[in-house]
């Protein structure tokens, strides 16, 4: 079964350094997010991306965040300048295109640690 | 903006009885719900959704339903085992802001007791 993939599997990083986060979705899903998930706490919405575009943000997503697909198959996260409070895991999902199904398949995360 | 509230908290079970999840929402246009079950250090995995257009689902030991007029859905677990024990998420998609949006509640950790 195909499987939505992130890399890296942990990141440490840094106080303000810039940090990438990629996820390789599923061939065909076109709806793509980013949530992130503080140890402990819930899953948070941080944006979808659909056509080459932002569909939807949450507060947390300010200027430090951003969004892209730069060549067709990856989907990345870019954090510019990390904070501590920026430790946490960060799932990527993607959903198919269809409106047959809302499923939103997970990918394994990415464990970023500012120290 | 859309709120989600989830209760309990924890919840303990025997193995073999019930256990049940409730989830509340706050915004009436909100279409699509679905449950999640998170094992420690893993990516949620999706066990059973709902569409506003259905007011009961189920799946083998899992059912989901859903009360649009008051807002709040729930999740059942019947016969449960002790590799249900998890954290359980609901979530909430959609409403007036847009289709895309996804909140989630603050999370059920459920132990099932052989």
């Known amino acids: 079964e195909p499987e939505v993939t992130q890399t890296p599997s942990h990141q440490v990083t840094q106080m303000g350094q810039e940090v990438i986060l990629r996820c390789v979705p599923i061939?065909?899903?076109?709806?793509f997010y980013w949530y992130r998930q503080i140890l402990g706490q819930k899953v948070e919405f941080l944006v979808s991306?659909?056509?080459?575009?932002?569909?939807?943000k949450s507060e947390i997503f300010d200027d430090q965040f951003s969004v892209e697909r730069p060549d067709g198959s990856n989907f990345t996260l870019k954090i510019r300048s990390t904070k501590l409070e920026d430790s946490a895991m960060y799932f990527c999902a993607t959903r198919f295109t269809g409106t047959s199904s809302y499923e939103q398949y997970f990918g394994p995360g990415t464990r970023l640690t500012v120290t | 903006g859309e709120n989600v509230e989830q209760h309990p908290s924890t919840l303990s079970v025997q193995e073999g009885d019930s256990a049940v999840i409730k989830c509340t929402y706050s915004d009436s246009a909100s279409n699509y719900f679905p449950w999640y079950k998170q094992e420690l250090g893993k990516r949620p995995q999706l066990i059973i959704d709902i569409r506003s257009n259905v007011g009961e689902k189920k799946d083998q030991r899992i059912a989901v339903t859903l009360n649009k007029t008051a807002k709040h859905f729930s999740l059942h677990i019947t016969e449960t085992q002790p590799e249900d024990s998890a954290v359980y998420f609901c979530?909430?998609?959609?409403?007036?802001?847009?289709?895309?949006?996804?909140?989630f509640g603050a999370g059920t950790r459920l132990f099932v007791k052989a």
């Open positions: 991306f659909y056509n080459n575009e932002i569909s939807e």
């Open positions: 061939s065909n899903h076109l709806y």
């Open positions: 979530a909430v998609i959609g409403g007036q802001a847009g289709g895309f949006k996804t909140i």
